[in-house]
Every structure is written in structure tokens, then in C-alpha cells.
């Protein structure tokens, strides 16, 4: 889902779209096009999920590899954690990719929130806050991340860019792993970043239609809110305070929130019931086919596998567990292809969603989505005292069988060319319009 570039051309740009996938990527030819090979020149660490060009995704598809594996009982292999630790700047943010984290950053160095958003969540998992070394990267991470808030209360993909759906939720759910009160987080001008989300939340009534409740990426230059099943799929995430990763409800779901709830709180909704509104909205993006669908410009629709992915973890999180159950089955069916093609964050967005609805990522329409995720990096950690082995062995079996990965980074290509200055950053072209995706 997120992802905003910033002041540099993002000519098909490999990447994610998901709930959380980086703002400037959520947008995206849907189907699996595997990001470009690395030149010759550039040597890829050994730490490193996915053999594509890092350029844009090595955080962010590292840090989504990390929890995944943590979230599938993993234990990850110390040099894929160091490589990520060793992506922080000294101001506490991550870049994208720096091939020489050896060099200090610089003014040249584009920290951004979604990199760093990613990798907090990713490290605050697997506890390294525990030594002293690890405590100081998650205080700079979350240091840094409040610094870049915007006067309305979200953040954009780069410190200065305007707000946007997927840069605000992934932010406040790493805020939220890191024990940070969000609720209670005021901007300068002493707005929170559910303030932020719920003023890019369509508000219900006629004038909205049947996209009343649903959420737009950011507003047109006119102001004009336009719904985005990308964006609502992390509004609702967001707006729930949550993260990359929800645990599986324990209760089920209750009669109210089955079926096509009514849009709730006219123009002014709580943040629970921005929730229930966009969860709704997605409910009836799914309703025919089972996903979402996209294209970019001139192209055919065609399926969208990570937006799709983000639906059933929204919808989980919402508390509509069945009605995850609709996408989830098309995932089951239909995402073996596209995930073995696009790699580790791929491997990791069905994670979540099998981890959301209390499915086996072992048996994921047959598939062992552990195992292949583990192929694509270094080979887990043994087993500890008290484990049963079973987990930390997964990496080592899926390596050895597959050999080197060719699904690469991303979920799809994308074209995208920031805006001058670092500051409001395009998310297809350098103005501020969004290709919307309709269901």
C-alpha cells in the first residue's frame, strides 16, 4: 500500500501495494512484474531478502520479510537483522536503500516515513529495543517520525510533503508498536493524526454515493476527495491504531458488523466509525470478484494481489472476519504466481493475511508461504530452548530446495516522478492527482 517517490524520477519503480505498502508504490500495475535485475556493478548483501534492485524497497521489503517471519514463529537470521539496522541514518530515519551504510547520510540522503515506519515495526517485533544499541535506533526511529509530522496532524511520504491515507496509518502503527501514544499526539497546530486521517475519509450522504465512507489517498488540487480502495484499506488500519500485523479476532464476528453496514457519522465520524465505514466500502469493492482490481494508465484492470492482501487485513481488523473470508479464498486460489514472481514483501502481505483470519501460512492454498518467504534470504536462526525447531528450520529446508530467488522485490511496476524540492511528492505523475482504482 504506501509510498509516496520523492524528488527523483521513479521510472518503473518495483514495490508493494498494501495496506502498508509504501505510498508512492500503492499504485501500480497490477500484475506481477518482477523489479529490475541489479547491474553488474552492484553487489547485493548477504543479508538481503529478494536479488532485485534494492533501490527503492530493501527497507521496506526487508522489514516486511523480518515481521512476517516473526509473526510465522521465525526466527530471523541475525545478518538480515543487522543489514536493516545498518540502513539508520544518525537522525534516526531509514532511506529506502543506502548500498554503502558504512557512509554517513547526508543532505542528499531522502529519509522517509514509510522506510522507517516499516523498519520500526519490524525491530520493535523482534525485541531489539532489549540491548542498549537497539533501544537508541527505536528512540531515534520514533524521535525522527514525530519530527516529520505535518501541522494537520498525519505525514506525508517525505518530511514537508502533504498528508496522505497510507504515509499517516503506516506511521501511526509503527508510533503504536513502539508504545506511543498516537490519540494524544498533536501537531503544531494541535491536530492528532486521526484528525488527519478522518479529513481524507469521504463523508457520508448523497454527494458521496456509494463511496461514502471509503477513503482517498490525498485531496485533488481543488480539494476534492476521491475514494481509493488502496487508501481505505490502510485508512481503516490506521484509523483503528493498528499495524502491518493484526492478531486474528478471538470472538466472531457479531451480526452488526456482517453484511453492508450503513455509512455512519455523516461528516464528522469517530475514528471507530471511520473504521466500520471504510471496511463496509471494501466489503462491496470485493462483493462480485473477490479482489480489487487496478491498471495504470492505458492499461487493462487486472487483478491487484497486494491491495487485496491489505483488504482481508483491514477487514479482520475491523472486526468482519467473514467477510475477509471472500478475498482471502481468491488469494488462496489465484496469488501463487504473483507472489513467487515479486518476492519477499509479496510472501510477507499473505502472511499477514492468513496471520488476520487465523489461517496456517503452512497451508495456504496448499502452499507454504514460510518456507518460501525463507528462500528468498539468508536461512533462519536455529531453533532456542523451549522451541520446537520446527519454525527456525523453515529457511534453511526452503533454501537449500529453491536455490537463489528470482522473485524479486515487488509487487508492480510503477512510474512516478516527485516534485521539486522534496515537498509534495506526486504519487503516479508530479501532480498531486491520484489514478483512483475502482473496484
Known amino acids: 500500500m504506501f509510498v ?29 512484474s518482477p523489479s529490475p535485475s541489479p547491474s553488474p556493478s552492484l553487489k547485493l548483501p548477504s543479508g538481503l531478502y529478494g536479488d532485485t534492485d534494492p533501490t527503492y524497497d530493501g527497507v521496506w521489503r526487508q522489514s516486511l520479510a523480518l515481521l512476517a517471519q516473526h509473526t510465522a514463529g521465525v526466527r530471523p537470521a541475525a545478518k538480515a537483522v543487522d543489514w536493516l539496522t545498518g540502513q539508520q541514518c544518525a537522525n534516526g530515519g531509514f532511506a ?7 557512509t554517513k547520510c547526508d543532505a542528499r540522503t531522502q529519509t522517509d516515513t514509510n522506510s522507517t515506519s516499516a523498519a520500526l515495526q519490524a525491530l520493535t517485533a523482534l525485541d531489539t529495543d532489549d540491548t542498549e544499541a537497539g533501544a537508541a535506533a527505536v528512540t531515534a526511529a520514533v524521535k525522527w517520525l514525530k519530527s516529520a509530522q505535518n501541522k494537520d496532524g498525519g505525514w506525508g511520504y517525505l518530511p514537508g510533503g502533504a498528508s496522505d491515507t497510507n504515509s499517516t496509518s503506516v506511521v501511526i502503527g509503527a508510533l503504536e508498536a513502539a508504545d506511543t501514544d498516537t490519540e494524544d499526539l498533536r501537531s503544531k497546530d494541535d491536530r492528532t493524526p486521526y484528525d488527519a486521517l478522518l479529513g481524507l475519509a469521504l463523508p457520508c450522504g448523497k ?5 461514502g465512507g471509503a477513503f482517498a489517498f490525498q485531496p485533488d488540487k481543488k480539494g476534492k476527495l476521491a475514494a481509493n ?34 455509512c455512519a457519522g455523516g461528516d464528522s465520524p469517530t475514528p471507530e466509525q471511520a473504521a466500520a465505514n471504510g471496511a463496509a466500502y471494501l466489503v462491496g469493492a470485493v462483493a462480485e470478484t473477490g479482489h480489487l482490481e487496478s491498471a495504470l494508465a492505458g492499461a487493462e484492470k487486472q487483478p491487484d494481489y497486494g491491495n487485496t492482501a491489505d483488504t482481508v487485513v483491514a477487514l ?7 467477510d475477509a473470508a471472500k478475498p482471502l479464498a481468491w488469494l488462496e486460489k ?16 499473505l502472511i499477514f493475511a492468513a496471520h488476520a483470519t487465523g489461517t496456517d501460512p503452512r ?14 534470504g539468508p536461512a533462519a536462526e536455529p531453533a532456542k530452548d523451549g522451541e520446537t525447531g520446527k519454525d527456525a528450520k523453515d529457511g534453511k529446508e526452503a533454501q537449500s530446495e529453491s536455490g537463489d530467488d528470482d522473485g524479486g522485490v515487488s509487487v508492480w511496476w510503477i512510474v512516478g516522478v516527485g516534485l521539486v524540492g522534496g515537498i509534495g511528492v506526486g504519487f503516479l ?8 482504482r475502482q473496484p
Open 429 to 436: 505523475l508530479s501532480s498531486r492527482t491520484r489514478k483512483q
Open 96 to 102: 529506502a536503500y543506502r548500498a554503502d551504510p558504512a
Open 207 to 211: 454527494d458521496s454515493g456509494n463511496d
Open 316 to 322: 479482520a481488523a475491523a472486526g468482519r472476519p467473514a
Open 363 to 376: 497451508d495456504f492454498g496448499g502452499a507454504d508461504l514460510v518456507k518460501q518467504l525463507g528462500a528468498t
Open 4 to 32: 509516496r517517490r520523492s524528488a527523483a524520477v521513479l521510472a518503473a519503480t518495483a514495490v508493494i501495494g498494501t495496506a502498508c505498502a509504501p505510498a508512492a508504490l500503492a499504485d501500480a500495475s497490477p500484475s506481477a
Open 229 to 262: 480502495a488502496d487508501a481505505t484499506a490502510a485508512g481503516v488500519l490506521g484509523t483503528l491504531g493498528e499495524g502491518l500485523v493484526t492478531d486474528p479476532e478471538d470472538d466472531q464476528q457479531s451480526p452488526a458488523a456482517s453484511g453492508a453496514a450503513e
Open 334 to 349: 489465484n496469488s501463487g504466481s504473483w507472489a513467487a514472481e515479486s518476492g519477499p514483501a509479496a510472501y510477507a502481505q
